[in-house]
């Protein structure tokens, strides 16, 4: 992870933990491509890949995605600081 990234993961882990939620870093070692934060508000479990306001998905990163989109899983990416805001409000809302 790129030092910009890190800090967009950063600053969303303390906004999830402002509102009440938790968010725990994933590292799979057996699994290439997981994303790269597990967030939990109110019951709901995200997977989270997080990017740098001008990262882009790899194909792994999307494929994973979108297959535990597959398996009904709420997944997806956040690029930069604003979307990671914009996603802390949809957490917001959805309860």
Known sequence: MGRRE???????KSEVTLIGGISRKWVSPQHAHVPDQIVIYKGIVWFVEVKSHDGKL?????????????????????????????????LEASR
């Not at 890190?6 to 969303?12: A, C, M, P, R, S």
């Not at 994973?64 to 997944?75: M, P, S, V, Y």
């Open 6 to 12: 890190n800090k967009v993961e950063t600053h969303l």
């Open 58 to 90: 790899s194909s792994g990163q999307a494929r994973e995605i979108a297959k535990l989109r597959e398996h009904g899983a709420n997944a997806m990416s956040v690029s930069g600081k604003s979307e990671g805001d914009e996603f802390i409000i949809m």
